[in-house]
């Protein structure tokens, strides 16, 4: 059985929703981030990033997201969470989970733990200012030129889907009006009406 390891809020939600698109047979581990769980030893044998997901998996532990992804996608073909028979496709979608995770994650992370990049609290600041400039740049490129509709990639849906709705999910907070960007929103609409999405977001309000 995989084990996906998960903390609620966190971009452990997306590999969740694939898991259970998928209808793979998982468990999953709350990791509480707010009492340093992430830290402790027990955890960091999981996960020596000391960060959420990780997935356990017959031939060893995944992290990072879009790798999680693709292991899901690949390890469950009949469920057609990626375009498997077209190599370019694929990397298509690869190379916008990455910009998730390279760009877009890292800009709504200078405006909570800038402790990554600097020490003083002016530079927190600074940060924290600027991420709905940002933000708000890379949402009107996925709503321009990313966003194929009626998902991500276009008519099929993918565990690019997932990840962009948890991105989804953070716009408010950083400053950009989701309601601006009309098809990012009814993208977020629809995906909310998925029984997959209901079930992860379920958890989370339990966890």
Known sequence: MLTLYHSPGSCALASHIALEEAGAEYR??????????????DYLAINPKGRVPALATEGGILTETPAILA??????PESRLAPLDDAFAFAEMQAFNAYLCSTVHVAHAHGRRGSRWANEQSSFDDMKRKVPETMGAAMALVEDDMLRGPWIMGDQYTVADPYFYV?????????????????IADFKRRMEERPSVKKALRWMAEA
């Open 28 to 41: 999953v581990v709350k990791v509480d981030l707010g009492s340093g769980a992430q830290r402790q030893p």
């Open 71 to 76: 292991f899901i996608a690949q390890r469950f």
């Open 167 to 183: 991105v989804s999910t953070w716009l408010k907070a950083d400053g950009v009006d989701i309601e601006t960007l009309p098809r």
